[in-house]
Protein backbone atom coordinates (compact mmCIF):
# COMPACT_ATOMS: atom_id res chain seq x y z
CA UNK A 1 0.00 0.00 0.00
CA UNK A 2 1.04 3.64 -0.69
CA UNK A 3 1.99 5.99 2.28
CA UNK A 4 2.82 9.77 2.48
CA UNK A 5 5.06 11.31 5.18
CA UNK A 6 5.41 15.12 5.36
CA UNK A 7 8.82 15.92 7.48
CA UNK A 8 7.76 18.89 8.81
CA UNK A 9 5.23 18.91 11.83
CA UNK A 10 5.14 22.56 12.20
CA UNK A 11 6.74 24.89 10.51
CA UNK A 12 6.81 28.95 12.02
CA UNK A 13 8.07 32.06 8.92
CA UNK A 14 7.82 35.52 8.96
CA UNK A 15 6.25 37.34 6.20
CA UNK A 16 7.61 37.34 2.88
CA UNK A 17 10.01 34.41 3.80
CA UNK A 18 10.36 31.52 1.39
CA UNK A 19 8.43 28.00 1.92
CA UNK A 20 9.14 24.71 1.00
CA UNK A 21 7.22 21.46 2.70
CA UNK A 22 8.55 18.76 1.96
CA UNK A 23 6.53 15.29 0.94
CA UNK A 24 7.46 12.11 0.10
CA UNK A 25 5.61 8.82 -1.35
CA UNK A 26 5.85 5.40 -1.18
CA UNK A 27 4.78 3.16 -4.45
CA UNK A 28 6.65 1.82 -7.15
CA UNK A 29 3.09 2.69 -9.79
CA UNK A 30 1.61 5.65 -11.43
CA UNK A 31 0.38 8.52 -8.82
CA UNK A 32 -1.50 11.13 -8.97
CA UNK A 33 -0.32 13.87 -6.38
CA UNK A 34 -2.38 16.82 -4.45
CA UNK A 35 -1.44 19.55 -2.20
CA UNK A 36 -4.60 20.32 0.17
CA UNK A 37 -5.08 23.20 2.76
CA UNK A 38 -6.90 23.41 5.48
CA UNK A 39 -7.51 27.21 6.41
CA UNK A 40 -8.37 27.88 10.38
CA UNK A 41 -12.67 27.41 10.87
CA UNK A 42 -12.54 26.45 6.72
CA UNK A 43 -12.87 23.30 4.73
CA UNK A 44 -10.16 20.99 3.51
CA UNK A 45 -9.54 22.46 -0.35
CA UNK A 46 -7.66 21.32 -2.80
CA UNK A 47 -4.54 23.48 -3.38
CA UNK A 48 -2.44 22.48 -6.31
CA UNK A 49 -2.83 18.33 -8.16
CA UNK A 50 -0.38 16.88 -10.55
CA UNK A 51 -1.96 13.83 -12.56
CA UNK A 52 0.74 13.94 -15.78
CA UNK A 53 3.25 16.26 -18.36
CA UNK A 54 5.48 19.31 -16.85
CA UNK A 55 6.61 18.28 -13.31
CA UNK A 56 6.31 21.65 -12.18
CA UNK A 57 2.45 22.46 -10.93
CA UNK A 58 1.10 25.54 -10.44
CA UNK A 59 -1.59 26.22 -7.86
CA UNK A 60 -4.15 28.83 -6.13
CA UNK A 61 -2.17 31.66 -4.02
CA UNK A 62 1.00 32.01 -5.72
CA UNK A 63 1.94 28.35 -4.84
CA UNK A 64 3.75 25.66 -6.74
CA UNK A 65 4.54 22.61 -6.38
CA UNK A 66 7.45 20.01 -8.22
CA UNK A 67 7.27 16.39 -8.69
CA UNK A 68 10.51 14.30 -9.00
CA UNK A 69 9.45 10.92 -9.25
CA UNK A 70 13.48 9.70 -8.91
CA UNK A 71 13.09 11.54 -5.72
CA UNK A 72 9.47 10.34 -5.01
CA UNK A 73 8.78 13.73 -3.97
CA UNK A 74 6.12 16.58 -4.63
CA UNK A 75 7.17 19.36 -2.40
CA UNK A 76 5.37 22.87 -2.16
CA UNK A 77 6.63 26.47 -2.63
CA UNK A 78 6.03 29.31 -2.28
CA UNK A 79 8.61 32.51 -2.69
CA UNK A 80 6.88 34.95 -0.16
CA UNK A 81 4.55 33.57 2.48
CA UNK A 82 1.63 35.91 3.87
CA UNK A 83 0.13 36.07 7.34
CA UNK A 84 -3.26 35.01 5.24
CA UNK A 85 -1.05 30.96 4.50
CA UNK A 86 -1.45 30.49 7.80
CA UNK A 87 -3.08 26.59 7.41
CA UNK A 88 -2.28 23.11 7.83
CA UNK A 89 -1.30 21.45 4.41
CA UNK A 90 -1.79 17.66 3.27
CA UNK A 91 0.28 16.37 0.59
CA UNK A 92 -2.12 13.10 -0.38
CA UNK A 93 -1.39 10.19 -3.34
CA UNK A 94 -4.22 8.74 -5.28
CA UNK A 95 -2.96 5.28 -7.34
CA UNK A 96 -4.05 5.85 -10.82
CA UNK A 97 -7.24 4.15 -11.98
CA UNK A 98 -8.05 4.00 -8.61
CA UNK A 99 -11.30 4.88 -6.91
CA UNK A 100 -10.51 3.83 -3.71
CA UNK A 101 -9.09 6.83 -1.94
CA UNK A 102 -6.49 9.53 -1.25
CA UNK A 103 -3.37 8.65 0.98
CA UNK A 104 -2.58 11.79 2.95
CA UNK A 105 -0.04 12.83 5.04
CA UNK A 106 0.42 13.57 8.69
CA UNK A 107 0.03 17.34 7.70
CA UNK A 108 2.23 20.53 8.38
CA UNK A 109 1.13 23.81 10.66
CA UNK A 110 2.38 26.54 9.19
CA UNK A 111 2.22 29.71 11.30
CA UNK A 112 3.40 32.71 9.34
CA UNK A 113 4.21 35.63 11.62
CA UNK A 114 3.16 38.74 10.43
CA UNK B 1 -22.22 23.82 -9.33
CA UNK B 2 -21.48 20.67 -6.70
CA UNK B 3 -21.91 21.25 -2.93
CA UNK B 4 -21.58 18.92 -0.30
CA UNK B 5 -22.97 18.91 3.18
CA UNK B 6 -22.79 17.14 6.43
CA UNK B 7 -24.59 17.86 9.96
CA UNK B 8 -24.65 18.10 12.62
CA UNK B 9 -21.44 20.29 12.45
CA UNK B 10 -20.57 19.29 16.28
CA UNK B 11 -21.97 16.58 18.24
CA UNK B 12 -21.24 15.50 21.99
CA UNK B 13 -22.25 11.90 22.96
CA UNK B 14 -22.23 9.43 25.84
CA UNK B 15 -20.30 6.61 25.93
CA UNK B 16 -22.50 3.55 24.48
CA UNK B 17 -24.82 5.65 22.82
CA UNK B 18 -25.51 5.59 19.06
CA UNK B 19 -24.48 7.67 16.25
CA UNK B 20 -25.65 9.30 12.82
CA UNK B 21 -23.72 11.34 10.75
CA UNK B 22 -25.29 12.41 7.02
CA UNK B 23 -23.69 13.59 3.79
CA UNK B 24 -25.41 14.97 1.09
CA UNK B 25 -23.88 16.53 -2.51
CA UNK B 26 -25.48 18.42 -4.61
CA UNK B 27 -25.39 19.04 -8.30
CA UNK B 28 -23.36 16.14 -9.21
CA UNK B 29 -24.77 12.42 -10.32
CA UNK B 30 -23.13 8.98 -9.29
CA UNK B 31 -20.25 10.47 -7.29
CA UNK B 32 -18.18 8.26 -5.54
CA UNK B 33 -18.34 9.12 -1.76
CA UNK B 34 -15.85 8.66 1.10
CA UNK B 35 -15.59 9.02 5.02
CA UNK B 36 -12.98 10.14 6.38
CA UNK B 37 -11.79 10.74 10.04
CA UNK B 38 -9.24 13.45 11.03
CA UNK B 39 -6.77 13.20 14.09
CA UNK B 40 -4.76 15.94 15.46
CA UNK B 41 -0.77 15.36 13.74
CA UNK B 42 -2.02 12.15 11.79
CA UNK B 43 -3.61 13.38 8.68
CA UNK B 44 -6.49 11.93 7.18
CA UNK B 45 -7.68 8.63 7.81
CA UNK B 46 -9.97 6.86 5.18
CA UNK B 47 -13.05 4.85 6.78
CA UNK B 48 -15.29 3.95 3.83
CA UNK B 49 -16.05 4.55 0.59
CA UNK B 50 -18.92 3.88 -1.93
CA UNK B 51 -19.14 3.86 -5.74
CA UNK B 52 -22.81 3.29 -5.48
CA UNK B 53 -25.83 2.84 -3.61
CA UNK B 54 -25.87 0.11 -1.01
CA UNK B 55 -22.40 -0.49 -2.38
CA UNK B 56 -19.78 0.49 1.15
CA UNK B 57 -15.98 -0.58 1.11
CA UNK B 58 -14.43 -0.51 4.69
CA UNK B 59 -11.14 0.49 5.06
CA UNK B 60 -10.24 -0.10 8.43
CA UNK B 61 -12.08 -2.11 10.88
CA UNK B 62 -13.85 -0.62 14.13
CA UNK B 63 -16.85 0.50 15.51
CA UNK B 64 -18.39 2.20 12.92
CA UNK B 65 -20.31 1.43 9.30
CA UNK B 66 -21.50 3.25 6.80
CA UNK B 67 -24.49 3.12 4.35
CA UNK B 68 -25.50 4.93 0.97
CA UNK B 69 -29.45 4.53 0.86
CA UNK B 70 -29.33 6.98 -2.05
CA UNK B 71 -27.58 8.10 -4.79
CA UNK B 72 -26.31 11.49 -2.94
CA UNK B 73 -26.63 10.22 0.66
CA UNK B 74 -23.99 8.71 2.98
CA UNK B 75 -24.70 8.25 6.70
CA UNK B 76 -21.53 7.22 9.07
CA UNK B 77 -23.43 5.26 11.82
CA UNK B 78 -22.17 3.30 15.19
CA UNK B 79 -24.72 1.43 17.30
CA UNK B 80 -22.10 2.28 20.48
CA UNK B 81 -20.19 4.99 20.50
CA UNK B 82 -16.61 4.45 22.40
CA UNK B 83 -14.85 6.93 24.07
CA UNK B 84 -11.81 6.41 20.71
CA UNK B 85 -14.60 7.08 18.34
CA UNK B 86 -14.27 10.77 18.95
CA UNK B 87 -12.67 12.91 16.24
CA UNK B 88 -13.16 15.15 13.67
CA UNK B 89 -15.31 13.79 10.53
CA UNK B 90 -15.45 14.85 7.24
CA UNK B 91 -17.28 13.27 3.82
CA UNK B 92 -16.22 13.51 0.76
CA UNK B 93 -17.20 13.03 -3.17
CA UNK B 94 -15.29 13.09 -6.21
CA UNK B 95 -16.44 12.15 -9.58
CA UNK B 96 -17.28 8.37 -10.51
CA UNK B 97 -15.22 7.81 -13.72
CA UNK B 98 -12.58 10.18 -12.65
CA UNK B 99 -11.97 9.89 -9.27
CA UNK B 100 -9.15 11.51 -8.60
CA UNK B 101 -9.67 14.61 -6.94
CA UNK B 102 -12.10 14.38 -3.86
CA UNK B 103 -13.74 17.43 -2.39
CA UNK B 104 -14.59 17.66 1.44
CA UNK B 105 -17.32 18.84 3.11
CA UNK B 106 -17.06 20.92 6.16
CA UNK B 107 -16.65 17.90 8.81
CA UNK B 108 -18.75 17.08 11.94
CA UNK B 109 -16.82 17.03 15.25
CA UNK B 110 -17.26 14.50 17.56
CA UNK B 111 -16.88 14.15 21.51
CA UNK B 112 -18.11 11.15 23.48
CA UNK B 113 -18.02 11.94 26.96
Known amino acids: AQSVSQHNHHVILSEAASLELGCNYS??????LFWYVQYPGQHLQLLLK??????LVKGIKGFEAEFIKSKFSFNLRKPSVQWSDTAEYFCAVNVRGSARQLTFGSGTQLTVLP | SQTIHQWPATLVQPVGSPLSLECTVEGTSNPNLYWYRQAAGRGLQLLFYSVGIGQISSEVPQNLSASRPQDRQFILSSKKLLLSDSGFYLC????????????FGPGTRLTVT
Open chain 2, 92 to 103: AWSVRHQPYEQY
Open chain 1, 50 to 55: YFSGDP
Open chain 1, 27 to 32: YGGTVN
